[in-house]
């Protein structure tokens, strides 16, 4: 049997960063993107906020016009990224929770709380060609709300599972795993992300239903030791090394 490869989605929001905290073009996002494609990812995620505070709205325009690989755009579920979205096209759109004064996302969207909110921002993408995916925390009522309201992906919030330790990130793990079976029985291709390392992501990486991981502080953080190309490949390693080992554990 064929072993189905693992996408990894890079996302360099966190390269922004650095260049916002100086103002200037460097370091710059797009080069980021490049040295991602070249070292192993298949696609680039980057998230635009209401402030601003990494990724700009050209940097968006860049990264679609600039770069070979899928983009896939993080955004709130506001009217002015929809606009965004809609006149820039990426090739996908992942709907986050947003908070202003949060440091990184805090957990996953509420779509069942939020589900008639939600509707346009899956409708009039997924008119346009863009492909919709809904980030949110693992469980059924989740992903059966994100199968009725047409979202085409939900990817799942990995970050309890990596701030937990011992019998408590078994346990974590055990809700990711159930979660990817329900979302790929209800016909949602499913990807996961959040706080994923070296340390972590074997595990998941390992999960059969999830097509695709998206990680990235940790791998900036990273670059600024080893440099971002070895980074991003000995990640790539890690997950083709865990869904092999997976497969030929299920094949035995």
């Known amino acids: ?88 096209t990426p090739n996908a759109i992942c709907l986050v929770p947003e908070k202003r004064a949060e440091l990184t996302t805090e957990g996953g969207l509420d779509a069942a709380a939020h589900h008639a909110q939600l509707a346009p921002f899956i409708d009039e993408p997924r008119a346009a060609g863009i492909r919709v995916s809904l980030f949110i925390d693992p469980t059924q009522v989740q992903i059966a709300v994100a199968q009725a309201l047409g979202a085409d992906t939900v990817e799942l919030h990995t970050g309890s599972y990596c701030e937990a330790v011992g019998s408590a990130r078994a346990a974590e793990l055990t809700r990711l795993q159930t979660a990817a079976r329900e979302a790929h029985a209800h016909g949602l291709e499913c990807h996961a992300g959040h706080g994923l390392s070296f340390e972590t992501v074997g595990p998941v990486a390992a999960i059969g239903e999830l097509t695709e991981l998206n990680i990235g502080h940790f791998l900036i953080g990273e670059a600024i030791f080893g440099g971002l190309e070895s980074s991003i490949r000995r990640m790539r390693a890690l997950i083709d090394n865990a869904r092999a080992e997976a497969h030929g554990r299920r094949s035995a």
């Open 1 to 88: 049997m064929t072993i189905r490869k693992l996408r990894l989605g890079v996302n360099i929001d966190h390269v922004a960063t650095i260049r916002n905290a100086r103002g200037g073009p460097h370091p710059d996002p797009v080069r980021a993107a490049k040295v991602a494609a070249d070292a192993g990812a298949d696609g680039i995620t980057a998230h635009l906020r209401e402030d601003r505070r990494h990724i700009s709205d050209d940097d968006i325009r860049r990264l679609k016009d600039e770069v070979e690989l899928p983009l896939n755009l993080e955004m709130a579920a506001t009217a002015e990224m929809l606009e965004i979205a809609l006149a820039t």
